[in-house]
């Protein structure tokens, strides 16, 4: 018996958000008195397999089936299927992010396991298992019990701290005797975004709202983002009027973000704008209009003009 | 070609949430319901895609009991060709994939919204899939139809992919798929009455998970404010105060 969690590289590495899932399994092992494996497809390195054992894992699966870099949602989803058997897993935990999410509903299925997606924190209870997610995109939570015999758990991101201890891990190479005729994933063309703090990854936010009166205006915006090292987002109006690209929208029907700060500037902070960053940690209001819902979520507020403050903040980062 | 679409019947997402007996259920009394908004988007793109050709049919479902019909009306209006409602409340993400299993065999490509925006569960698209065998694509930002097969545009973390992949496929989508959602035009909601509403009977399945309460956030402190003149002061704040920075 074990849990396994599913590691994503990013070109042969992993990112905090791996570390965090690790060490997530690590903690439901305790509870459980099991014992982690985590599972990476792909050409990672073993001194970069190893990093995981510093995080709680006992043994790493390593499957390196070149096939699999398409991501293939049904090819990979079996493959992973088959290493949770292969590892009598009584819970299997992915991120909840684009992979994780496209992932766990099928492992489950192919398992006969019960899912609860986006949870934010360890199970509640164990027997039975008990364990809280957001619902209603962020306006409220719920206790979820799954009554099957074995859990699929995606993980919210920056909801589990990082937890290092001492361990070493066996590496595995693991052969998922996957078929040709399971890959129907041909990708023609992949970009990546580079040179950008990526939205999901960042600590801080950087965001912009209507207020921002034009998409010609957000060069004050990304040099703050630039100065914090910062994510780039915004409301929806403003991926709407197409002044931004769609991928920086956070709100109900875009990115559920939940970094440490956020900013939102010349954001009035509508009902579904606020269930898409309501889970960072500190929210800071830049908003002409002291009545701006915004200010009810916030923690740190300013009633003024986005471009005489704007400026200030930037002196003041740049100062520090 | 046919096209099925999966429909969630949601709260409207300006719903104030609220729960009774105990925080063990939501309260929907007075509550408006919608069509889940990226089944909405969707909807639209399947209709964009039987504009340009290929495409004989579009029919869309739900797992709900009778009070979800207004929203199948909806999807009829803005102008899928038929609908099936599986009669039987919907319990669990898995609970609502095998009823839908049973009905969406039959097509070429299933459309399913990312999630639906009351409990989040990410979940049904990708069950039914595994179900009856199907490939499928999730975070579909676009999708056309390229002969037997289908062009679609995912996003992936960190970045964005161009793919062909074959059918019968399950696209679960998110924001990009279509620009705006169509509203349905007087025509179309006249048109919307005499179009066929199936009601199917449940099959026997059992759900794998169950709700045992819900929790509101905690109340926030006041929002600490900052003159507008002395904005420098705020970064200071989140440095020593809330040492965030």
Redesign the interface.
Known sequence: MSILVYTENWDGKFKKLSFELVSYAAAIAKEMDSSVTALSVGEVADDELNKLANYGASKVLKLEDNRFGSLDNKALSKAIAAAANKEGAKVVVFAHDNLGKALAPRVSVKLDAGLVSGATALPSSFDPFVIKKKVFTGKAFANVQINADIKVVTLSQNSFELAETAGTATIEAFDAAADDADFNTVVNETNKITGKVLLNDAEIVVSGGRGMKSGDNWGGLEELADLLGAGMACSRPVSDEGWRSHTEHVGQTGKIIAPNLYFAFGISGAIQHLGGVSSSKVIVAINKDPEAPIFEAADYGIVGDVFKVLPQLIDAVKAM | MKILVLISNV?D?????R?TGDNTSFDDAGVQWIIN??DELALTRAMELKEAGGVDKITVANVGEKTTEPTLRKALAVGADDAIRVDVPARD??FV?RQLAEVAKDYDLILAG?EA???????????L???L?F?????V?GISIDGDKFTVN?????????????GPLVA?VQ??IAK?PRIPAMRGIMMARKKPLNVVAAVDAH???????????AP??A??????EN??E??????EE?K??
């Open positions: 709260p997402t300006t719903t104030k949430v729960f908004p990226w993400a898995y994939a990312i925006s009351d409990y989040n569960g990410n979940a049904v698209g990708g069950m899939a595994e179900m065998d490939n499928s694509v999730s975070a930002s995912r996003e992936i973390d960190g970045g964005s992919q161009l793919l062909s992949i074959t679960i924001k990009g705006e759900e794998k998970t169950s709700y045992v309460n819900y929790e509101l956030p926030k402190a929002c600490k404010m900052v003159d507008e904005a420098k705020l970064i200071t704040l989140l440095h809330a965030v920075l």
